[in-house]
C-alpha cells in the first residue's frame, strides 16, 4: 500500500530536548516536505527536499533542520525545541518537482512544555 | 505574494442538499490548484487536481472548477453525507515559489 509514514504520532516533552520526527515514504517519489498546521494560520512549509541531498527552506524554517541521505526519508529534527513549535506536523511527498498529487502522512502531534 | 482564502470558514448543511465551497487565490502565476480533505486526527487526503489549463475535474459527486483569470475555484459536493463531514482545503502550487500554498479550509457538517 502506497503511504507516508510519520513518527511518532504524539510527543510530549519539555523545552530544549533534542527530538526527531522521522517520515518514511514507499511511493519512490523525489519531492517530500513538511508542514505545520496551527489554528488559524493554517498549513506552513517548513522545509522541502527535490530529491537527496538536497533540501530547501520554506515558509517557517527557524528551529528547524532536516536531512535526506536517502531518497525514502527525509526526519525533521528540532534540536532545541521551544513551546512556540508546539504544533500539528504532516510530511509529504510528491513524483517529480512537487506539482503532481502530495500524499500526506496522518501528523504528527508535538507539545513542547 | 501568493494568498489562498476559502470561505465560509464553517457550514453546516442538511443531508441530501448540494453545496460549494469557494476558493480564491491573489496570484494567477499556478501549476495546479489541488482540493483536499482533512478527517480530525488524520491528515490529508487529495481530492482533485486541476492543472492551470483546465477549466474542471469530476470524481463521482465532486466537480472541482477553476478559473485562473479571476483566482477562483469552487468545489461542487452534490447529494451531501453524514460522511462528507470533514475540513476541505485548497492549496495552489505557485509557478514562482515552486510551493503549494494552503488556504485554511471549510469545516463543513452535513447532519443527517
Known amino acids: 500500500e502506497a503511504q507516508v509514514t510519520q513518527n511518532p504520532r504524539y510527543l510530549i516533552t519539555v523545552t530544549g530536548k533534542k527530538l526527531t520526527v522521522t517520515c518514511s515514504q514507499n511511493m519512490n517519489h523525489e519531492y517530500m516536505s513538511w508542514y505545520r498546521q496551527d489554528p488559524g494560520l493554517g498549513l506552513r512549509q517548513i522545509y522541502y527536499s527535490m530529491n537527496v541531498e538536497v533540501t530547501d527552506k520554506g515558509d517557517v524554517p527557524e528551529g528547524y533542520k532536516v536531512s535526506r541521505k536517502e531518497k525514502r526519508n527525509f526526519p525533521l529534527i528540532l534540536e532545541s525545541p521551544s513551546p512556540n513549535q508546539t504544533s500539528l506536523y504532516f510530511c509529504a511527498s510528491s513524483p517529480s518537482s512537487g506539482y503532481r498529487t502530495q500524499h500526506f502522512g496522518d501528523g504528527t502531534r508535538l507539545s513542547i512544555l | 505574494k501568493q494568498e489562498v482564502t476559502q470561505i465560509p470558514a464553517a457550514l453546516s448543511v442538511p443531508e441530501g442538499e448540494n453545496l460549494v465551497l469557494n476558493c480564491s487565490f491573489t496570484?494567477?502565476?499556478?501549476?495546479?490548484l489541488q482540493w483536499f480533505r482533512q478527517d480530525p486526527g488524520k491528515g490529508l487526503t487529495s481530492l482533485l487536481l486541476?492543472?492551470?489549463?483546465?477549466r474542471e475535474q469530476t470524481s463521482g459527486r465532486l466537480n472541482a472548477s477553476l478559473d485562473k483569470s479571476s483566482g477562483r475555484s469552487t468545489l461542487y459536493i452534490a447529494a451531501s453525507q453524514p460522511g462528507d463531514s470533514a475540513t476541505y482545503l485548497c492549496?495552489?502550487?505557485?509557478?514562482?515559489?515552486?510551493?503549494?500554498?494552503f488556504g485554511q479550509g471549510t469545516t463543513l457538517q452535513v447532519k443527517p
Open positions: 492549496a495552489v502550487f505557485s509557478s514562482n515559489t515552486g510551493k503549494l500554498i
Open positions: 496570484d494567477s502565476a499556478i501549476y495546479n
Open positions: 486541476i492543472q492551470s489549463s483546465q
